[in-house]
């Protein structure tokens, strides 16, 4: 019998956010696989999961998928992620691999689930809260309402797409923001829109939570979300 492998959203922080299904594939597994960019680095989707799931006899095992700036670099190590899944597989291991908030979110794991359904393995996704929907309930925002429309861009660097989306879209928002709120700033006033209708949402449901306007000066997580909404008229 071949084993199975689970895409597991894990959700953005807090491990109570973790849904029901989740949580019994993570206890019935096999295995835990657990993305990391280099051996032994420190997993938060780990973390999360590690107050509600028992893992001290469960076998956990590091995925790696560098951030490398070449693309074939990339393609390479989501090769060999893919093999050692697969290999496990074969043996009959069922899999749980956990991401951050939804699996279907700019998560690596959907290039994983492609290759492993390729090549013969049966597959299930789990999904999970995503970040911004996890960080507007905590700051008590609708991220739309009635005819509103919703544009999510992946961070800054995707420099098109976040000012056509300040400059076109009702709602706004940016992934990966952390470093880049000055430059936020610099395309809100550009196309006339008010710091205040701005909220920075950082490391929802985790220690350092912060929830509150735009400050260039304050220094911000790599999990930093920034919701931009269209003025109240």
Partial sequence: MKGKLYGIGVGPGDPELLTLKAKRI?????IIAVPVKEA???STALEIIRPVVELEH???LEVIFRM???KEERKKCRAAACEQLTAELSRGKNIAMITLGDVSVYSTYMYVNQYVA???FETEIIPGIPSF?????AARLPLMEGNESLVIVPSV???QQVEEAIAHYDNVVIMKAGGSIGRILELMKKYDRAESCATVISCVGMKDEYIGSLDPERTYSYFTTVIIKREKR
């Fill in 157 to 159: 660097r995707a420099e």
């Fill in 40 to 42: 032994g680095e420190e």
């Fill in 26 to 30: 993570l206890d019935e597994a096999d």
């Fill in 68 to 70: 490398a700036k070449d």
């Fill in 133 to 137: 929907c996890s960080g507007a309930a």
């Fill in 58 to 60: 469960k076998h956990l």
């Fill in 118 to 120: 390729e090549h013969g």
